[in-house]
């Protein structure tokens, strides 16, 4: 669905999103947070890459999903984390994620990485994967510094998330995010949302 290769990005090693390490909110989340993520939740991370922050989750006792199209990235995931709350799945997040099977997703430049033609089947993806009630919890990109049609990363605004998530999922609570590289404090959002039966 998507024109850009990903494979081969992650073949070439041009991958300048990956920290080699998870990110910075998701292990404030966990440390400071960790009931955003409900008691015995089952997991997922779309987009997963190498697999940093489902590796986060997954040590924190959450059952995780990592999802990425991209075949390398997986087998980078799978040599780099072994924990047995992982599980990985070589897959698009539009045509081949399992109906109702998680209680919780995370969010980290997944979103920005999608078109914004693609948006309405990202979030209906989402919807899909999750169960009744189930959340999305993630940072969104409101600033890439670039004009909103030219990506990846595709920027967003607040009025488009909010309009557009606000179809077929509840928004729990959003804010800045408690930490942020500098200069990026006021360009992305945390955002909650809860599945809505639609
Ligand atoms: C900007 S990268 C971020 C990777 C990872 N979240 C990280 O922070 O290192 C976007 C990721 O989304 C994956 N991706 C893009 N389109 C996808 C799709 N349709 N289904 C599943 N994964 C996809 C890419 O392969 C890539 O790993």
């Known amino acids: 669905m998507s024109p850009m290769d990903w494979n081969q990005r992650y073949e070439d090693h041009d991958i300048p999103w ?6 910075p909110v998701l292990k404030w989340i966990l440390h400071r947070q960790r009931t955003v993520f409900p008691e015995n939740a ?12 489902a590796n986060l989750l997954a040590t924190h006792g959450i059952p995780t999903l990592g999802v990425d199209i991209s075949a390398k990235a ?33 969010e980290y430049t997944c ?18 994967a999750l169960r009744m009630d189930g959340l999305l919890v993630g940072i969104f ?7 909103p049609e030219e990506g990846p990363p595709f920027s967003s605004t607040l009025e488009d998330l909010t309009t ?12 800045w ?13 945390l955002m909650c949302w809860r599945k809505r039966a639609v």
């Open 18 to 23: 990956d920290k080699e390490g998870p990110s």
């Open 42 to 53: 089952k997991a997922m991370v779309p987009g997963c890459g190498y697999g940093h922050d």
């Open 74 to 106: 997986i087998a980078g995931a799978k040599a780099r984390y072994h924990h047995p709350n992982l599980h990985w799945q070589v897959g698009d997040l539009f045509a081949d994620l399992q109906e109702h099977s998680v209680d919780c997703i995370w």
């Open 177 to 189: 995010p408690p930490v942020s590289s500098p200069g990026w404090e006021t360009r992305e959002r």
């Open 164 to 175: 557009r998530f606000g179809t077929c999922f509840d928004l729990e609570w959003d804010r």
């Open 141 to 147: 990109l409101l600033d890439s510094g670039t004009p």
């Open 111 to 128: 979103y920005c990485a999608i078109p914004p033609a693609e948006r309405d089947a990202y979030l209906h993806a989402m919807h899909r």
